[in-house]
Each structure stands twice: as C-alpha cells, then as structure tokens.
C-alpha cells in the first residue's frame, strides 16, 4: 500500500493538487504508515474481533481521509465502517474502545472517534442493539460516561428506527396490492376497488 501511496502522491502532483500530494508525502515521511503496520501487528492478538475490522478501526485512527479513499484495501477503505456487517462494526468499536483503554494512541484522540463513529446515523437499529448490550456497553459506559452514551443510543437509534420507517413504507408502496381479497355481500370474491 506504500507503493499506492506514492503514486497518489506523484499523481495528485501532475494534476497539480500540490496541498493534497504534499499532505500525503508528510504521512509517507512522518512515519505514520510504518506505526500503523508495527500497531496492527500488536492487535492481531485481541480475540473475537476480525483482522479486517482491526485493519478498520487503525486507519479511522491513523491515516487521513485522502489516504483512506485512495486505499486498495477493504478494510482501510474510507466507508467501510459504514458497510461492513453488524458483527464487523461491533469489532471495529470493540477495537477502538482497546485502543483508547491502551492510552498508546491518545494524540490520534480515539475519545472522539468513537463518539463520531456511534453518532454515524448510517447505523441500524441492529447495531445500536447489538452494541447496547453486554461488554461493549459497559466499556462504553465507563469511557464516555452514562448520560453522553445515553444520549448518543437515544438519537443514533430514533434515527435508525426513523430510517427503517421510511424505508419499509417504501417497499410496501412498490409491493402490487395482492394481498387484499374483496367480496360482495353475499360472500363472493369481487375485483378490489383501487386504494386512494
């Protein structure tokens, strides 16, 4: 990926995007890749959470969104977070929570990303579940607090149920009205009038 990151940089040059390449070349020489490989090699060993979702949650910390959108990788991809399955994105909090407790990563501020990343409203009401309860909860609650982990559960899943609304309401409204059997008074099946 190094080598991706140094065509971006010498592309983004050509087309004359100075400030971009110049800010990817600063991640290439400030070292930030190489601490991000030698840091995935240290979570490798935290169970129950995915390679790919360790992968995530380090560069949601570590690299920028210009590095993140040129990834070639699944799991670094900017979005993936958003797209992955309800396991993957319990993973990726249940991995930025390790390393926010590790206290290794406090200038990447995991504080913030975490509370960024539970506000998200691309999130399912099948997440906020999963990650209300158990474990996670608990870890959450100790790091940000009862009332800031109630507030975001509250809005991040009226949102969610919101969504599902709207959602739902659009599939019934594409669905033909097959359902519906109208008789007359006598008993026997008429045509449906149509519905207003």
Same mark, same amino acid.
């Given at each position: 990926?190094?080598?991706?990151?140094?065509?971006?940089?010498?592309?983004?040059?050509?087309?004359?995007?100075?400030?971009?390449?110049?800010?990817?070349?600063?991640?290439?020489?400030?070292?930030?890749?190489?601490?991000?490989?030698?840091?995935?090699?240290?979570?490798?060993?935290?169970?129950?959470?995915?390679?790919?979702?360790?992968?995530?949650?380090?560069?949601?910390?570590?690299?920028?969104?210009?590095?993140?959108?040129?990834?070639?990788?699944?799991?670094?991809?900017?979005?993936?977070?958003?797209?992955?399955?309800?396991?993957?994105?319990?993973?990726?909090?249940?991995?930025?929570?390790?390393?926010?407790?590790?206290?290794?990563?406090?200038?990447?501020?995991?504080?913030?990303?975490?509370?960024?990343?539970?506000?998200?409203?691309?999130?399912? @009401?099948?997440?906020?579940?999963?990650? *209300? =309860? &158990? !474990?996670? /909860?608990?870890?959450?609650?100790?790091?940000?607090? #009862?009332?800031? @982990?109630?507030?975001?559960?509250?809005? *991040? =899943? &009226? !949102?969610? /149920?919101?969504?599902?609304?709207?959602?739902?309401? #659009?599939?019934?409204?594409?669905?033909?009205?097959?359902?519906?059997?109208?008789?007359?008074?006598?008993?026997?099946?008429?045509?449906?009038?149509?519905?207003?």
């Amino acid at each position: 990926m190094l080598k991706d990151l140094v065509k971006l940089a010498n592309h983004l040059d050509s087309k004359g995007l100075v400030k971009e390449a110049d800010y990817i070349d600063r991640i290439i020489k400030s070292g930030i890749w190489n601490k991000f490989k030698r840091s995935f090699k240290e979570l490798v060993g935290i169970s129950n959470v995915s390679e790919c979702s360790k992968k995530c949650a380090l560069a949601m910390l570590m690299l920028g969104e210009p590095v993140r959108a040129a990834s070639d990788d699944k799991c670094t991809k900017k979005g993936y977070e958003y797209t992955a399955s309800v396991n993957e994105k319990i993973g990726i909090l249940n991995t930025l929570i390790d390393l926010e407790k590790s206290g290794d990563y406090k200038e990447y501020r995991p504080k913030e990303i975490i509370k960024k990343y539970l506000k998200d409203p691309r999130h399912t @009401v099948n997440f906020y579940s999963r990650a *209300g =309860t &158990g !474990e996670t /909860m608990g870890l959450l609650q100790s790091l940000l607090g #009862l009332d800031v @982990v109630s507030e975001i559960f509250m809005s *991040g =899943t &009226g !949102e969610a /149920m919101k969504q599902r609304a709207v959602n739902q309401r #659009l599939t019934m409204a594409d669905k033909p009205h097959q359902e519906r059997e109208c008789a007359d008074r006598r008993g026997n099946q008429i045509p449906c009038p149509p519905q207003v």
